[in-house]
């Protein structure tokens, strides 16, 4: 994931989603409007810098609140780099929770009824999932 477009202290700011980590939700390329410095909650996908190389940033839902952190998950359950990986994330590393994601136009996609697909779809608030925890105990 990317970081672009935050103004210094601005509460909003914009990311690019890089890798599968969380298909279906958001896909490769994927655009999201983040609000830095937002309560997360169980069930919230949420940027967070990855622990163990903290330039990195990384973007996972917010699975359960634990005495060390929060443990994080991908929603794609075959992907790596979540909190199976590394553990909880510890408070001071999440930095925000993603509110909506905008995916750019189809490179090519010129046809009427294309568009009107792509604009129908293109911008979507991101949910909360309070189901994470049946996911997290299924695991």
């Not at 969380?22 to 919230?44: F, I, K, N, Q, S």
């Not at 905008?102 to 009824?113: A, F, K, L, M, T």
């Amino acid at each position: 994931m990317t970081g672009q477009g935050r103004e210094p202290g601005a509460p909003f700011g914009v990311a690019e989603v890089t890798g599968p980590s969380m298909h279906p939700t958001l896909a490769h390329g994927d655009r999201l409007l983040v609000h830095y410095g937002a309560a997360v909650r169980t069930g919230d996908v949420a940027v967070l810098r990855h622990p163990l190389q903290q330039d990195l940033l990384i973007v996972k839902r917010v699975a359960e609140r634990r005495e060390d952190g929060w443990w994080v998950l991908g929603d794609n359950p075959y992907a790596e780099g979540d909190s199976r990986v590394f553990g909880a994330v510890p408070e001071d590393l999440l930095l925000g929770r993603v509110r909506a994601r905008y995916r750019p136009r189809p490179q090519g996609q010129r046809s009427v009824p294309g568009l009107l697909a792509w604009a129908f779809s293109a911008v979507r608030p991101v949910l909360s999932d309070r189901s994470v925890s049946w996911r997290l105990r299924a695991r």
